[in-house]
């Protein structure tokens, strides 16, 4: 009996059926892909949203962090938004401004001798 090589598996892997879905797969997360992009789209239209915040690097960490998630993901409530999340970005900017204080003050200190 003939030994099978890794060569012939690996064309057998990817030969047959398993091509076909793989490509109906890839059709499928194509659409998705495009009807995700769409809604993205109209919620900028619909809300007002300058096109340049897609720009922004933050809008990509986010989809990212949403993708890594999984399809289980529910978006922030109103309140969240409004008050935990904005509080807590506050709370962040104000640990960065006081380490950025302390810097300037060591600055002027260190100039006025």
């Known amino acids: 009996m003939k030994e099978i090589s890794s060569k012939d598996k690996e064309k057998r892997a990817t030969s047959g059926s398993e091509s076909i ?9 194509k659409d998705i892909r495009e009807e995700a992009c769409r809604q993205i789209a109209r919620f900028f239209y619909t809300s007002a949203i300058p096109f340049n915040y897609v720009k922004n690097p933050e809008f990509l960490k ?8 999984g399809p289980s993901f529910k978006p922030s409530s109103y309140h969240d938004i409004k008050e935990k999340h904005l509080k807590q970005e ?3 900017t104000m640990n960065l401004l006081k380490e950025y204080k302390l810097e300037w003050k060591k600055k002027r200190l260190f100039n006025n001798v």
Request: proline content about 0%; aromatic content about 4%; cysteine-free.
């Open 90 to 92: 506050m709370d962040q």
């Open 21 to 29: 879905q793989t490509t109906l797969n890839q059709l499928l997360k």
């Open 62 to 69: 986010a989809f990212e962090l949403v993708a890594k998630h």
